[in-house]
Structures are given as C-alpha cells and as structure tokens.
C-alpha cells in the first residue's frame, strides 16, 4: 500500500512539478499564518469617553471615535456566525477619517449595542450634543 502510494505521489509530483505543489502548498500556510496574526493583533477598548480600534499586523493603527459622535449602530449575524453566537457590529459616525466601524466577531452583540446606544444618548446630553440631518430637495 506504501508503494502505491508513494508512486502515485512521484507520478503526480513528476506531471505537475516540485515547485508547483511547493507553492500551492506553502502560499496558503503563509496567507494563513498572516491572517491569523491579523487576527490576534485586532482589539476594542471602550472607555468613558470613548472607544478605540487597535488594528494591524506589522503597521498599528489605532481608531477613536467618541461616544457623541455616534449616529447609529448596527447589527448584523451572518448564518454561519449564528451557530457560535458571534455577530458583526457597525457603528456609523461622523467622524471624517473613518465614518463606519466594523466590529468583527462579537460575543453578546446584541447587549453590546444596546449598551453602546445608552452611553451614547447619554454623553450626548452631557455634552450638549443634537444630530441634525440636512436634506436637500
């Protein structure tokens, strides 16, 4: 059976190439292995005042957008995610830079949003701040 095998192996590494199966095989470990570094360097820390967006694995970029700065938020549960109760999270700002806010794989999204709804309404009477839409006919 080891024969079998190993010739069927050099069969296919003679018609396709050792360097084709080399890189077909080691491209997608090193796109893994970036991806999940992504991964692990991507956090969100809510504070009073605001909440940051660290991201990035070699570069960091660091995101803040302020509480009263937020026009709405959103949530989103793509089928797969339901089956492990994970959610996606948009927040809509004005914030110039960066308007819109993907939270990825939130655990609790919903009470996640709710809370971040709160602190919003309420920082936004502290400070003073109304939302005006302007809409031109």
Known sequence: ??????????????????????????????????????????????TEESFYEERGPFNMVLDEVLYFRVKDVRLETPFLMSFVGLSNLYIISSDKLRPVIKLVGIKDGLELRDAIKEIVIEKREINGVKEYDLRWL
């Open 1 to 46: 059976l080891s024969s079998i095998i190993l010739s069927s192996v050099s069969v296919i590494l003679s018609k396709i190439g050792l360097y084709k199966c080399i890189f077909f095989a080691v491209i997608p470990l090193i796109v893994y292995l970036y991806k999940m570094f992504d991964i692990d360097r991507w956090n969100y820390t809510f």
